[in-house]
């Protein structure tokens, strides 16, 4: 089982909309809780960080957390052609590194 | 400008050869790591390092070395024994993991 996983999309959804972006853990242990965008052949770009459970809000990005059910999600209100992009979760579970997931492809159209 | 840089942005190798990809960090960060893009497959770590001369090998260490000589620098070779090193490389660092992670641009390795 991998520690941190993600439906790898391509996840398409129409300008303005909201796109929901969903990430699972297998460690219980996990505190702390990274949401990446990585644009094509550019390298990723923190965006969230979530540490306790329940929203943290930050412009049009919110990100969900629940422990209990050991899952992490981003929201992206009002979706912009220039959100497009691959989105990574990443999750520390007390180890010297991240875990990263394999990344949603979202794709918004104008 | 506080930052990673990683150099070069694009790099071919020919058969044989050991290349190093060059990874600078002037946010004063002790960890640092290296990773392996490729289409479909993710981040996969090849290297860290938490303190200078000390690093640790990663979940793909064979066929790459690294060093950490000074604290801002963490270099990457890609030896010959490494059969399919074409891929993207980034490098990241941090002042704690649990905090995330800053990544460099990436090289893009090529081989020829």
């Known amino acids: 089982q991998k520690e941190v996983e993600q439906n790898s999309g391509p996840l398409s959804v129409p300008e303005g909309a909201i796109a929901s972006l969903n990430c699972t853990y297998s460690d219980r242990v996990s505190q702390s809780f990274f949401w990446y965008r990585q644009y094509s052949g550019k390298s990723p770009e923190l965006i969230m960080s979530i540490y306790s459970n329940g929203d943290k809000e930050d412009g049009r990005f919110t990100a969900q957390l629940n422990k209990a059910s050991q899952y992490v999600s981003l929201l992206i209100r009002d979706s912009q052609p220039s959100d497009s992009a691959t989105y990574l979760c990443?999750?520390?579970?007390?180890?010297?590194?991240?875990?990263f997931g394999t990344g949603t492809r979202l794709t918004v159209i104008p | 400008d506080g930052g990673i840089t990683q150099s070069p942005k694009y790099l071919f190798r020919k058969e044989g050869q050991n290349v190093t990809l060059s990874c600078e960090q002037n946010?004063?960060?002790?960890?640092m790591y290296w990773y392996r893009q490729d289409p479909g497959q993710g981040l996969r770590l090849i290297y860290y390092?938490?303190?200078?001369?000390?690093?640790q090998k990663g979940d793909i260490a064979e066929g790459y070395s690294v060093s950490r000589e000074k604290k801002e620098s963490f270099p990457l070779t890609v030896t010959s024994a490494q059969k399919n090193p074409t891929a993207f490389y980034l490098c990241?660092?941090?002042?704690?993991?649990?905090?995330?992670?800053?990544f460099g641009s990436g090289t893009r390795l090529t081989v020829v």
């Open positions: 990443a999750v520390w579970t007390g180890a010297n590194n991240l875990f």
């Open positions: 390092s938490q303190i200078v001369n000390d690093f």
């Open positions: 990241a660092s941090t002042p704690h993991a649990n905090y995330g992670y800053t």
């Open positions: 946010l004063n960060h002790d960890a």
